[in-house]
């Protein structure tokens, strides 16, 4: 009974929850940038560079024969996987960066220096105090 009331404790905490949140919406993220990367900007960029379509880019280790499949290194999806990757990860730092200068609390104001007439009556009041 102990270990479920420690698991529940832990599992109700807001770290953990929001974590299940991120993890959710990362992933929703992630389908939304990876749909970007192949329906937007993978054929843009295979048609900059003439016609290419990057999911199809291979190297056939071995051809098919007498009904085995060709084994085949798909180089193209690794490349959108790199593509995919790098856009995720910019787009979270910019986030993040954003989210952080959100957070920053304003710069307290520094006291005004004061003018040299007050500057000279605290001189001459000290004098006189001595």
Do not use: C
Request: hydrophobic fraction near 55%; charged fraction near 25%.
């Amino acid at each position: 009974m102990k270990i479920i009331k420690e698991f529940r404790e832990f599992a109700i905490k807001g770290n953990v929850m929001d974590l299940a949140v991120a993890v959710i919406i990362g992933g929703a993220f992630g389908k939304i940038i990876t749909s970007f990367v192949n329906d937007v900007l993978m054929p843009f960029i295979g048609m900059l560079l003439g016609g290419v379509n990057f999911a199809s880019l291979k190297a056939v280790l071995k051809r098919a024969s007498d009904g085995t499949a060709a084994a085949t290194l798909n180089y193209g999806a690794f490349i959108q996987a790199v593509i995919d990757f790098l856009l995720i990860a910019a787009v979270i730092f910019l986030m993040v960066k954003i989210l952080n200068s959100l957070k920053r609390e304003p710069a307290k104001e520094k006291e005004p220096e004061p003018s040299t007439q007050e500057k000279l009556l605290t001189e001459i009041r000290d004098l006189l105090k001595k």
